[in-house]
DNA sequence: ATTCTATGAATGAATG
DNA sequence: CATTCATTCATAGAAT
């Protein structure tokens, strides 16, 4: 009954690139998919969607062409960490060499027949001993001292800064995200949770997702 | 020969052929290990070891690769929250429905890849298909079944997936978890919290850990 | 047809 | 437990 085209990966709006049908493979996003995605992003400070927050938005896109919540939970996780990436290329505090393609070899050592090598082998002894609350599941948090400490870490930074992005994409024009109409959002509880707001210049005034959403087609998809 | 493959990684075979060995500090779980673990998971029921029992199973898996305990609890972590997640934006929650799915397809007894787990598994290293690279290569490790596949337009779940996963979410999954010999399951409880195990939809009839874990390395060999 | 690149998918490791 | 991050593998399409 929906206009999804659950097979055949709808054809590309733009460009050529008549049905493809490849099927059952990964997931090609439709332009218009890909669209929303982006304002949803960019324009209401979407990032990491929850699990509520991604059903409603694959429910939504469905409508373009094939998609499911995976698809939005990985977009949106890529999407974010590569912009991150590039970013701490730019900025990255000591320039490495970054891009160098490795394609060659510079084989680090270790003989791939045996593996291991460096490691002085599994020493049975001083297994983690991080987690220990309760019964089962426990948090190692800062124990697992373990032989791997013998190697020699690189400079491991792990700053996870977490907002900053700037407008790239705006391909698409106009955006009319705006708020019209009614809906019924009984249970939009907890969408603010992930409500990142950025820093700066952009002009977003995240709207709720239902809202957002509702743009995009008039309204009502399905009623469960 | 000796099941000493700890080597991991190598390289994916498309392309060049030119291994590219990442040596990333990472574990990189070996297929056997992948296997054995899945099996703890879908044939015994383990979610969540505690400290005894991670200690264990990272000794056992060690015999086929390089492993600490920690490995080991993340991968429960991961596979348990995963399959979860999965489900969270994959299952609408305001359908009750979905409980059926799959399930049906594969012999119940004992899954194809990770079964056995009751036979003494002769050979411990490597039936299972080909690669090693990871393990990966399209093997999903997780379903996520959605709608789409409650249609199931052609009739057919290829879940690309021999793994055969899921089959635990209350599931009743037939598996006659080798009631042979004599177990002395008396040390299994370590729940402290008793009864609380797995809540109440809890899978499997889970065996002593140590009598799976022994049907993996029977006989044994190697033994350096 | 082969190579390259953007990006989907997966998963180990953390963090809260 | 749920979420997030970093990396890596895999591949659809474009470029060559």
């Known amino acids: 009954m929906e206009p999804t085209n659950e097979d055949a990966v709808a054809s ?46 694959s429910a939504s896109l469905r409508q373009y062409g094939k ?22 290329f730019t900025t990255d505090p000591h320039h490495p060499i970054q891009k160098f393609r490795t394609s060659a070899n510079f084989a680090p050592s270790n003989d791939p027949s045996t593996g291991l090598a460096l490691v002085p082998s599994s020493s049975p ?4 001993f991080g987690y220990n609350s309760r019964e089962s599941s426990a948090s190692p948090r800062y124990g697992w001292v373990t032989e791997n400490q013998l190697k020699a870490p690189y400079g491991v930074y792990h700053y996870k800064d977490q907002e900053a992005d700037e ?37 977003v005034p995240y709207t709720s997702l239902e809202l957002s959403l509702s743009s995009y087609f008039s309204q009502s998809h399905d009623a469960h």
Chains 1, 2 share one sequence.
């Open 12 to 57: 590309y709006s733009t460009k050529g690139a008549f049905l493809c049908r490849q099927s059952s493979t990964r997931w090609t996003p439709t332009t218009d998919q890909i669209r929303i995605l982006k304002d949803l992003y960019y324009n209401n400070g979407i990032r990491s969607p929850n699990a509520d927050q991604i059903q409603r938005i």
């Open 67 to 88: 998609i499911e919540g995976k698809n939005v939970f990985y977009w949106f996780q890529n999407h974010k960490a590569r912009e991150r990436q590039k970013k701490r």
């Open 125 to 128: 002894a001083l297994p983690y």
């Open 167 to 203: 407008q790239e994409d705006d391909s698409f024009a106009a955006r009319e995200t705006l708020p019209l109409f009614p809906m019924h959002n009984e249970d939009f509880k907890s969408s603010t949770t992930s409500s990142n707001y950025y820093n700066s210049n952009s002009p």
